[in-house]
């Protein structure tokens, strides 16, 4: 059984994972259209660079992302607070309402978006693209916020302010540096989240506010080109070194700390 269930394993693994070989593949070949492997070439990638209005729409991405990240993480942190450190009643309810985005279909929060904009007439652009993907993005970073921020010890938020720590240098000496990884996990996956959505982006983008799924999207009308495949072996490296660079801080932290104790506060994160 134990056997079985190890090749089922593998067998998953190696299927979700050829989509990503293929990709990273086709995007060396030289054919210009189809899947005939006819030589190694770099051609697409300089295809990609010059073209002018996928670039831009990546950059479009990569702000709308920035932003709507940055903006759901500090919300679902400050929500996380209110909700965890200090319950009211019906905070039950805040936290359904928040994480409601995520079980209605995005079609319909795409319809209502739109809607709402229309009869506010707010012009469609960079700032409706942040609002929507906000909604999409801070139930994620709230769940995770609220996650790590339950598995605090509620003593030492305690014990800092027993020896005169403002709300302020509480947050930043005590609680922040412990949520540090949450708060990493939370902007990164918010991020992802807002540079792959392609049906929120295609209501509530304007005139030159495509992004880059729309983009993508309106080219595979006329077939897969190996400048597509080149762009998403570009991303899969940036997500990859991302991921990495994380993963070897967060271990080097692991590794820093003695086996069975606490890390030792250090001049940056002890309470004054």
Known sequence: MDRATSWIARLVLVFLYI???AVIVYSFNSAAGGYTWQGFSLRWYGELFADGALLQTLGISAIVGVLAASV???VGLLAAIALVRFPFRGSGMVL???VLPLIVPE???GVALLSVFSFLHVPLGIVTLVLGH???TLPLTTLIMVGGFRTLDPSLIEAAADLGCTPWRTFTRVLFPLMRSSIIASWLLA???SLGNIVIST???GVGSTTMPLRVYSLLKSGLTPELN???TLLIVLTFVIVLSVGIQQMRRILATPSGSAPAPDSTTAPR
């Open 19 to 21: 989509p990503i070989i």
């Open 72 to 74: 759901a993480t500090v």
């Open 96 to 98: 359904a309402a928040i």
């Open 107 to 109: 079609i319909v929060l």
């Open 134 to 136: 906000l909604i999409i």
């Open 191 to 193: 991020f992802t989240v």
């Open 203 to 205: 209501f509530v983008s």
């Open 230 to 232: 080149a762009l998403g």
